[in-house]
Every structure is written in structure tokens, then in C-alpha cells.
């Protein structure tokens, strides 16, 4: 895919954010997810240019960081957090039937592209583990039954939308563009909170 | 009995709580306004007074650390707020960040003013869209307003899947563009941190304290909390209990009263160990139930306070999984750095999984405990520290429970029985 001027400008913008260029190389990285899904070695090239470094260097940051994908994920880019606490209350048997019910495994895509699935570590949510996240939003409180659903009905392509998130849930590649910096505009849908969150405030109302 | 305390979650269940307007209306952006019109030194003298300790982890004086930043050398100077909180069990400064991000907004506009800042970085790890967005839209909307903009910047860095970039190190090197790998310290961030300059780091909870201390003034604060541990703080519990959740309380709160709040271990069951602040900090036990929750208090019982990350197993689970699983994820995020800890925790991972399948011998017990002391205090950050304490304290309080996987040739229980979804035979 060739990178328009608008997508030049958007990239000067993101690089004007910081006091040095090179503060920008990972907002850019989550750009150029945002434009092909993946780090493309095109991507590659045109964080280079634009920020006067060697692919190389750009490709050693890439290769650092989890998120940035060397190859193309699904449309839907599901993680199932298995660390220590989601994967004991069910973190480990919600992963087990997702691959088994896609029939891939971990880090792999569906073959029509919609869904890819990865084990995650420890994504902040612990008070509503078991966790899932899609496209990095949250669903908490999952079971088998519930991750089952939630990607028949990205296959489906209505996908359930976040337990704490917009009223729908965005593409992986208009995710990106949100980790990039750039405001989709919907920060206002959704809760401000669930309610494990307001726990303590609730029981401090009532006296406690 | 402890009341509990919301401060910085006071206003979390107005349904606009993180807008401008719902910020506003409970005084928001008063404080930052009073922190102007003072003289820099008296903010930190403030913040000093009010015995303000990090809630990071590692409960560093705020107000000290403030004052390191040297003044008058004509060197750009930085804020640096870690928003990239990984660390296994941690889950507070998401849901903040969430309901308010304002908050966090005004902390930074006044330690900028106090360390004679003009740019403050956010660094937000890069798995939650969500508070992304509110946190962009709260930037946007505090620049819109003026608030923001008239001598103090504030930038947010999304960060991209790497627990190691939560060391304030690893952190300034990624922001700076580079792997997320830790620096050799001296000389620290306070003297030579983003770009060289002096930098301040601190957590979102410790700046989102701010506001409310500048504010309600340093002895409010002080009336809260134990001698050395001021203030209130957010304690997140997850795990094997009734009602998991955040709890604002005064420093040293026990977890026994606040598993009384959250309506105890979930019924049939009881508490089998727990962490006080995460996954790096060594496991507690019920005997541990009336330990106070301050920094003093958890440290002279063995452990450390840390996040405040109250993370419950009971009976059903196995400590020798979680313990693997643990060391799992040190390994993954180990940055490659330093040879103890790169090395060190891939043959943790060796031994575990093998003691786990019941395939090791006693004597691995005594491996394990080598290579944690060959591991810590030998590199140039705590990942490798953290990466120790799961396994120490654990074959220190459940020693036979290793040994009962070798004498049964593996794992004696079952999985199924400590998930959530597993009905009242559980």
C-alpha cells in the first residue's frame, strides 16, 4: 500500500509531539499498523525515512515490543489473559476452548481473517478476571460460554461490544490508530466504571 | 475497624467523572490554580509535609524526589508520569485513568510547576484503548479550555507490550525511542533522565494524589494513615473472594478487614496465600491476615507493600502452578539485558515446569534457591529481583506442597476446582 500525503502529514504530526523525532517511533509504529494491520517492511522504510534512521533501527524497536505484529492478525485481535490469577479462575480453560473452537492456536488467524487469538499477560483488570481482551478493550468476567460467543460474533461480524469500552468495538486496524495517538472520538461512550471499581466508594457511602 | 477513605475515588460513580465538567464540579483544576500562584519551593515543601510516599512500588518520599531535580542550571527539566502498570495483580491506576483522567492532568500541571517543568510525558502501556481515549480526550479538552498550553505541555506516549518499560529506566530509553531496556544507575533520572535532563518519575497514583494535598493542605494528609505511611491509597482486590474491587482506605488497613468488606474468601473456602502488592512481592499467608498494610508493616513481615495488589487464592490452588506461571511471565519479559536475569529466569522456568509434572528431584528445590541468589541484586533493574520472590517465598510456606508433586508424580490437583465457572461442588 502506497502512503498518501495526508498519511505523511498525519506522521509529521505524531513526530512534532516530542522534543526529539526519534520520541515518535512508536506512536509511528502504531500507525503503520493502523494502515496495513501489521509492521510492513514498507512501514518499516517510511518510519525510517521520516525519522532519519536505519530500517534496522526501526526494526529493533519493532521487534522489541509485543504489540507491534511481524505478521497480520484478524480483524479482531483476541487475547485471553492467562497469567497467574485470570488463568487459575479461568483464565487457562477460556484459552484451552478458544482454540479449540477456532481450531488455532496461539497467535494465529482464523483462515477468513477475522480473528486472531494470543495468550496475554496481566492486563489491569484483575478485580474482573477471567479476562478477555479484543482489540485491546475490555471483557470482563468471562467464562468458556461467554469467549465462545464473543467471537462467534465477530465472525459473524457483529462483535459484541467491550464490558468497558465504546458502544462498539473498532477493527484492529482503527485500534492502532488510537494507540497512535489520534482521537477517534469516542472516549465519551461507555462507563466510566464497573463495579468492581466502585466497590469501596459504595461501602464507604453506606458507613464503612 | 478502618473506615474507608475515598479520596482519589470520591466521585468514580458520577456517571460523567471523567469529562471536564464532571471534574469541575467537585473542584477540579482549584488546586492547580492555588499550586500557580505559589512559589515552587513551597509546593514541594508541601508535598515534603504531607509524607506523600510513591505508590509505585517502592515508596520513595514524592516530595524528596521533587526536590532533587536541580534548580537553576538552565537544562530543560521533565515530568515523566508511569501510567504502564503490568505488574501481575496490579489494577489500579486502569480503572483511575478511566474514571478520572483530570486528575492526573492537574497532578502533572502542578509537580511541573514545582520542578520548573514545561513538558510532562504520560507513558500509558498500549493494551488499554479505552483509557487511551479518555485520557487523549482529557488532554484535548484541558488544552481547549486553556488549561493546559500557557507554559506546561503534556504529551501522551502509548506504550506497546512490554512490562520491563514500567522500571523508570527501561521507561525514559523507550520514550526516547529506543528497546525498553534499563540504565545503569547513578546517575539517576533526577540528574540525567529523558534526553540527559533532569527528570522526575512518578506513578499516576502518586501525581493524582497531588491535587487533593494542595488543596485540603499537608497536615489533612498526615491525619490519615500510620506514622510513616500517610494518606490513604487504593488497594485492589482480585482473586478467590466474595466481591473483588478497589478499596481507598487509610496506609495500614489489614486485609482482614478488608476481606470483611469484601464479604471474605468465596464460601466453602478458605485463604491459602495472597500477594500484598503484586506478583513480585513475596507471597503472605493466613497468618498474615492482621499484618498492616503500610510500607513498614509489610516490610517487617517479609514482604513488600508495593501496588497494593491484593490477589487471593484459596485452598483449590495449586501454589506450584502459580508459581510457574509467575515465572513464566519474568522470563517473557525479561529484556536481555543482564545475564542473571536473562539466563537466570529461563532455567527457573526449566526446573518449575519439571518439578510441576512431578519429574524433579528434592535437590532441584535447593537449584531453585541457588539461582535466586544468583539472580538477585545482580542486574541493573528489580525484574530479576521480582522474579525471585514468588519462588522463595513459596517453597518457604509450602515446601511440602513442592514435594508432594514429586511423591505423586505430579500436579495433586485439579484446575477445574479453582475456576470461577465450576458450580458448588467446587
Redesign the interface.
Given at each position: 500500500m502506497a502512503y498518501t500525503d495526508e498519511d505523511f502529514q498525519i506522521m509529521d504530526s505524531i513526530i512534532k509531539r516530542y522534543p526529539r523525532p526519534r520520541s515518535a517511533i512508536m506512536p509511528l509504529l502504531h500507525y503503520v499498523q493502523s494502515k496495513a494491520g501489521y509492521v510492513t517492511n514498507e512501514g518499516i522504510e517510511v518510519i525510517a525515512k521520516v525519522l532519519q534512521l536505519e530500517a534496522a533501527e526501526v526494526t529493533a524497536v519493532s521487534t522489541f515490543y509485543t504489540q507491534y505484529k511481524p505478521t497480520p492478525v484478524g480483524e479482531y485481535h483476541v487475547g485471553v489473559c492467562t497469567n497467574t490469577l485470570c488463568a487459575v479462575m479461568g483464565g487457562d480453560a477460556i484459552f484451552a476452548s478458544l482454540k479449540d473452537h477456532l481450531g488455532i492456536g496461539n497467535d494465529e488467524v482464523t483462515a477468513e481473517g477475522k480473528v486472531s487469538l494470543e495468550h496475554i499477560e496481566c492486563n489491569a483488570a484483575c478485580d474482573y478476571a477471567p479476562v478477555v481482551m479484543a482489540n485491546w478493550e475490555f471483557y470482563d468476567n468471562q467464562t468458556v460460554e461467554s469467549a465462545k460467543d464473543l467471537v462467534d460474533s465477530m465472525r459473524a461480524g457483529n462483535p459484541k461490544p467491550p464490558t468497558r469500552g465504546p458502544n462498539k468495538l473498532v477493527t484492529w486496524k482503527e485500534a492502532s490508530a488510537v494507540l497512535a495517538g489520534l482521537n477517534d472520538g469516542l472516549a465519551h461512550e461507555g462507563v466510566q466504571a464497573g463495579e468492581p471499581t466502585l466497590l469501596g466508594l459504595k461501602l464507604s457511602k453506606e458507613g464503612k | 475497624m478502618t473506615?474507608?477513605?475515598?479520596v482519589l475515588?470520591?466521585h468514580?460513580?458520577?456517571?460523567?467523572?471523567?469529562?471536564l465538567e464532571g471534574y469541575k464540579r467537585h473542584g477540579g483544576y482549584t488546586a492547580s490554580a492555588k499550586a500557580l500562584a505559589m512559589d515552587p519551593d513551597a509546593v514541594i515543601q508541601l508535598v515534603k509535609d504531607s509524607g506523600l510516599r510513591g505508590r509505585g512500588g517502592a515508596g520513595f518520599p514524592t516530595g524528596m524526589k521533587w526536590g532533587f531535580i536541580p534548580q537553576g542550571d538552565n537544562k530543560?527539566h521533565y515530568l515523566v508520569v508511569n501510567a504502564d502498570?503490568?505488574?501481575?495483580?496490579?489494577?489500579k491506576?486502569?480503572?483511575l485513568l478511566?474514571?478520572n483522567p483530570h486528575v492526573l492532568i492537574e497532578g502533572c500541571i502542578i509537580a511541573c510547576h514545582a520542578i520548573r517543568a514545561k513538558?510532562a510525558f504520560i507513558y500509558i502501556?498500549?493494551?488499554?484503548?479505552?483509557v487511551?481515549?479518555?485520557v487523549?480526550?482529557?488532554i484535548?479538552d484541558a488544552y481547549a479550555a486553556g488549561i493546559l498550553g500557557n507554559g506546561i505541555d503534556v504529551?501522551?506516549?502509548?506504550?506497546?507490550?512490554?512490562?520491563i518499560c514500567g522500571e523508570e529506566t527501561a521507561l525514559l530509553d523507550?520514550?526516547?525511542?529506543?528497546?525498553?531496556q534499563p540504565r545503569l544507575r547513578p546517575p539517576f533520572p533526577a540528574i540525567a533522565g529523558l534526553?540527559a535532563r533532569p527528570t522526575v518519575v512518578n506513578n499516576v497514583e502518586s501525581i493524582a494524589s497531588v491535587p487533593a494535598i494542595i488543596k485540603n493542605g499537608a497536615e489533612w494528609y498526615q491525619s490519615m494513615g500510620t506514622e510513616k505511611s500517610k494518606g490513604t491509597t487504593l488497594?485492589?482486590?482480585?482473586?478467590?473472594v466474595v466481591?473483588?474491587?478497589?478499596?481507598?482506605?487509610p496506609l495500614g488497613i489489614t486485609l482482614r478487614e478488608i476481606l470483611d468488606?469484601?464479604g471474605g474468601v468465596r464460601p466453602g473456602h478458605k485463604l491459602k496465600f495472597w500477594t500484598p502488592g503484586g506478583?513480585s512481592t513475596p507471597l503472605f499467608t493466613d497468618a498474615h491476615l492482621d499484618t498492616p498494610l503500610d510500607y513498614e508493616g509489610v516490610a517487617a513481615a517479609g514482604s513488600m507493600l508495593g501496588t497494593k495488589?491484593l490477589?487471593i487464592?484459596d485452598e483449590t490452588?495449586c501454589v506450584v502452578?502459580?508459581v510457574l506461571?509467575?515465572t513464566e511471565?519474568y522470563k517473557?519479559?525479561s529484556?536481555g539485558k543482564c545475564t542473571p536475569c536473562r539466563e537466570g529466569t529461563w532455567w527457573l522456568v526449566q526446573i518449575l515446569r519439571d518439578l510441576e509434572a512431578g519429574k524433579g528431584t528434592e535437590a532441584d528445590l535447593a537449584k531453585l534457591l541457588d539461582l535466586c541468589d544468583n539472580i538477585m541484586g545482580r542486574s541493573f533493574c528489580a525484574l530479576g529481583d521480582g522474579a525471585t520472590s514468588p519462588i522463595t517465598s513459596s517453597i518457604k510456606y509450602f515446601r511440602d506442597e513442592y514435594i508432594a508433586h514429586l511423591t505423586q508424580g505430579g500436579c495433586p490437583f485439579d484446575?477445574?476446582a479453582?475456576?470461577?465457572?465450576t458450580g458448588a461442588g467446587a
Open positions: - | 473506615k474507608l477513605a475515598p475515588s470520591a468514580w460513580d458520577d456517571k460523567d467523572s471523567f469529562t530543560d502498570e503490568s505488574e501481575p495483580g496490579t489494577c491506576d486502569t480503572p478511566m474514571a513538558h502501556r498500549g493494551e488499554v484503548t479505552h487511551v481515549r479518555r487523549n480526550q482529557a484535548e504529551v501522551l506516549h502509548i506504550g506497546a507490550g512490554a512490562y523507550s520514550l526516547e525511542g529506543f528497546r525498553g534526553y488497594y485492589s482486590l482480585s482473586g478467590h466481591n473483588t474491587g478497589q478499596f481507598e482506605a468488606l469484601a506478583s495488589a490477589q487464592f490452588t502452578r502459580a506461571r509467575w511471565f517473557h519479559e529484556c484446575p477445574v479453582s475456576t470461577l465457572f
